[in-house]
């Protein structure tokens, strides 16, 4: 079944069009975006059972952009009606003016061309099996009590278990002169924790998953809590990582989180206006082993990132930022396209209509290749294989990553000893870690459990992933 259209946005519909037509009386170009979204977060755990309604990516607004011939200004609101038409254009033009008022002494202004706006009229709607608002509160909160049940069955050192599944549903309409586009998007995601206890330590293993889709994503979370529950029982015999540089395999997860912190923020185009990425020095370059290709884009793949067109109406791409190690190009929304004389990759995202637009990363992931994991750890001497990311950071000004990995699993002489390490630090210079893989597995695999930030905000859903890899890494 595909997502339906908002109501909301169905029944202003003309209201938009007016306030479109409003502003084009005035100014040469002008596009209204009208947002609806909303979201449903169910939690279980030993103690606690909670249903959260709204949240961070709920919410429901508008953003008029103008262009007066030379410089953009834009206006957010979330009332619409048509008594209030005439005080939102004028707010808008009050704002367009203010800019110019508002420019402290000595800041030079970046003059802009008109935009391109070639006529498109397009409506697209994700698929979904089971429906969230239909599936019924009680029914999603016993079947999440189940799954907390089936780990904390596991054993009677496991302190708890808990269980979590989140849906949203995005509604957007965008307008301009040549564009009439709209779009609906469903996704849903879920995870699984369980922590577990031998004297006074703790130890606690993380499971995620999410699709483009609904409550089907259910089905595949039940066997999650048993291996979540035997992962934290394994962790209170895990030993602290001794440092040193290894040959390591990584999961498609941990795979994911280096793509995503290595090549992810660092080609976000708008740091190359700031002059603020290495990475733009280093376009027509190897930056990578050949055996990587790299992508992002909202249609590059069928996950929490995806979308049809971004919150500056340019149609959603495939962006293939590394092909066979070589750096061809980075990611970006409309304006820094503009200053960098590029065309913009479809990457424009908004927090919600309160915020700007950034560059901001969707589908983020590694091609695969031609190898068999079992082939990867029986080449390694001695190493790690990597498991369960926790969290990352990258300085894409001097290439630097640091990434939080919950599991080692030592790998001796071929073979898995059974030996666990954790917690792990893993660091290193992006260009050094990237140019040290050496095997691929063929299926990438591509997850988006969590939200990617601009620095400490602006934050927005995103995936990642790629298939397992085989890399020299320095560990701590």
Not at 53 to 71: K, L
Not at 292 to 302: E, I, L, N, R
Request: net charge negative; proline share 4%.
């Amino acid at each position: 079944m595909k997502v339906k259209d908002s109501p909301y946005i169905s029944r202003n519909r003309a209201l938009f069009q007016k306030l479109l037509r409003t502003l084009l009386e005035e100014y040469p170009y002008a596009s209204v975006l009208a947002a609806d979204s909303r979201e449903k977060t169910y939690s279980v755990n030993r103690r606690l059972t909670s249903i959260r309604g709204g949240g961070m990516m709920s919410a429901r607004g508008f953003v008029a952009r103008v262009f007066d011939g030379s410089r953009w200004s834009e206006h957010s609101f979330n009332e619409i009606s048509e008594e209030l038409l005439p005080a939102i254009a004028a707010q808008i033009r009050e704002t367009a003016a203010m800019s110019e008022r508002i420019l402290p002494d000595g800041i030079r202004e970046n003059v802009y061309a008109a935009p391109d706006d070639a006529q498109n009229t397009f409506r697209g709607s994700t698929e979904y099996e089971i429906d969230p608002e239909q599936t019924g509160d009680d029914a999603v909160l016993a079947r999440l009590r189940e799954i907390r049940d089936r780990g904390l069955a596991y054993s009677d050192r496991l302190l708890d278990c808990s269980v979590q599944v989140n849906w949203n549903r995005t509604s957007k309409l965008f307008l301009s002169p040549g564009k009439d586009l709209e779009q609906n998007i469903l996704w849903t995601t879920a995870s699984v924790s369980a922590v577990a206890a031998r004297g006074q330590e703790i130890k606690n293993s993380r499971r995620s998953l999410s699709l483009l889709g609904g409550m089907e994503l259910l089905d595949q979370l039940g066997k999650q809590a048993e291996e979540t529950a035997a992962t934290a029982m394994e962790l209170l015999d895990s030993a602290p990582m001794p440092a040193g540089e290894y040959e390591c395999v990584c999961t498609p997860e941990v795979t994911g989180m280096i793509v995503h912190e290595a090549f992810g923020h660092g080609v976000e185009m708008d740091m190359f206006v700031k002059k603020r990425a290495r990475a733009e020095q280093y376009v027509g370059r190897y930056v990578a082993s050949p055996l990587v290709t790299m992508h992002d884009g909202a249609v590059s793949a069928s996950q929490t990132g995806s979308y049809f067109f971004d919150d500056e109406g340019t149609m959603a791409k495939d962006t293939i930022v590394i092909d066979k190690g070589i750096l061809k190009t980075g990611i970006s929304d409309y304006q820094s396209a503009m200053i960098l004389g590029t065309e913009p990759t479809g990457n424009g995202r908004r927090e919600s209509y309160r915020r700007k637009a950034y560059t901001r990363m969707t589908n983020t992931w590694f091609e695969g290749g031609s190898d068999r994991v079992e082939d990867m750890i029986a080449s390694i001497s001695y190493g790690f294989l990597l498991e369960e990311p926790s969290s990352g950071m990258e300085d894409p000004k001097n290439w630097g990553i640091q990434c939080m990995v919950n599991i080692a699993r030592e790998i001796r002489d071929g073979r898995l000893t059974g030996r666990i390490f954790s917690p792990i630090v893993l660091t290193g210079y992006v260009p050094d870690l990237l140019k040290s893989i050496t095997m691929m597995s063929p299926a990438p695999e591509l997850s988006g459990g969590g939200f990617c930030g601009k620095g400490y905000k602006e934050w927005v859903k995103v995936s990642d992933g790629g298939p397992y890899v085989k890399a020299r890494i320095r560990l701590g």
